[in-house]
């Protein structure tokens, strides 16, 4: 038991011993605490008090600022501690996702008052801050979308309807994206809600996947904001939110990496175990160069995600690379675990083992936040030129 928690073996990734350690402690954490639940949250609810313990390793706030009580950490530890809880439990770390996205754009552009409030609360895991871009009409296309913010004496007026939020169940407030004045991206402004509105109406989808985080639609019915609730300049919502996209992207890859690494190391042992046809299963060259190829692929993904958090940490563009690992990493960790529960025969297709789950869950970031053929027409935009963009 104790090779798993050896972060060393996966091949050099240049870590710093500083990083090292991060990895070992949250994959300790991961494999002892998360992974023996990871199936429990899809029939009981997450409980909050649980991310009292992410809070206490400091996952949380790894983006919060230090003078708001968070860690400051770079973008790169934050892509090693979704790598390693991505292990255990890889919907965890839409809590992690959510709290560097409201760390980044309330860090940014909240004025001091709603820093002060929401981002102790966002690392202490007592406020959960969600993230409101997609409608039931435009997902891919949402700068079409259509909540409406209208302004009524010093505060703005919100009505319309979220579809597939993050913890539209239990977040305590939101950042929605609402068309303040006129048609496409710049007619956009970002606005922070609190949740605990009586008319704010949520209701949680049934999901295949990811139940604890509880996904799902958030109406708003006129609700009131004051207007120090704006994030950003007026129109300027849309180009915030892309932004703030770009580095979640590369966390993504690396929770749905960090799952089918997971799988990986699990196969490994079985099939060293398990014999068929007078030999263990691992010397059928079949199934040995199979393995091979998913490591390999899933380890060529995991460079380009961690190149993309090299990028931001430096201050460089990191666009391309991000949409490059937003679709690269899913899809090859798709594909690594669907062979893991093929290669442990009727036993990986069971609800016993975490395989299938874990499939389902990586599908579902195939689509959040961006999906395959969307991150495609951003690197072809990139490698082209905007001339020849499938969308602006
Ligand atoms: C697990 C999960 C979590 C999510 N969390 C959030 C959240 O917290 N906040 C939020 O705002 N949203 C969230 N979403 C929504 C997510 O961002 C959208 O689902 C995504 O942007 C795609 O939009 P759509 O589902 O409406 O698909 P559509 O835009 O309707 O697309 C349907 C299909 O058509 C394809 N397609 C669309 N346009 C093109 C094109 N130009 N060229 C080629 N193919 C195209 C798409 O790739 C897709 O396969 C989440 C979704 C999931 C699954």
Known sequence: MEGIFDVSWVPDLLRSEEERLLAETVRRFAIERLLPNYLRWRIERFPRSELEELAALGVLGLAVPEEYGGVSATRRALGVVAEEIGRGDLNVTYFLQLGAIAAGLIGASGDDGLKQYWLPRVATGEAIVAFALTEPGVGSDAAQLSTKAVRDGSDWLITGEKASITCAGQADACVVFARSGGDGPTGISMFLVPLDDPKVERVVYDSAGAKLSERG????????????????????????????????????????????????????????????????????????????????????????????????????????????????????????????????????????????????????????????????????????????????
Not at 242 to 266: H, K, P, T, Y
Not at 305 to 333: I, R, V
Not at 381 to 392: I, L, P, Q, T
């Open 217 to 392: 639609s958030l109406h708003f019915d006129a609700v009131r904001v004051p207007a120090d609730h704006q994030l950003g300049e007026q129109g300027q919502g849309f180009v915030s939110a892309m932004q703030a996209f770009d580095f979640n992207r590369a966390v993504i890859a690396l929770a749905c990496i960090g799952a089918a690494q997971q799988s990986l190391d699990e196969t490994m042992e079985h099939v060293k175990n398990r014999e068929a046809f007078g030999k263990p299963l691992a010397r059928h060259e079949g199934v040995a160069f199979e393995i091979a190829e998913h490591l390999s692929l899933i380890h060529a993904a995991r460079l380009v995600a961690y190149q993309t958090l090299d990028l931001a940490d430096a201050g460089l563009g990191h666009t391309t690379e991000a949409a490059m690992c937003k679709w690269l990493g899913p899809k090859q960790s798709t594909e690594a675990i669907r062979a893991c529960i093929v290669l442990h025969g009727w036993a990986g297709w069971g609800n016993d083992l975490p395989l299938s789950q874990r499939m389902n869950d990586v599908v579902g970031l195939e689509i959040g936040d961006g999906t395959p053929h969307i991150m495609k027409a951003v690197v072809a935009r990139e490698a082209m030129g905007r001339a020849y963009a499938a969308y602006r």
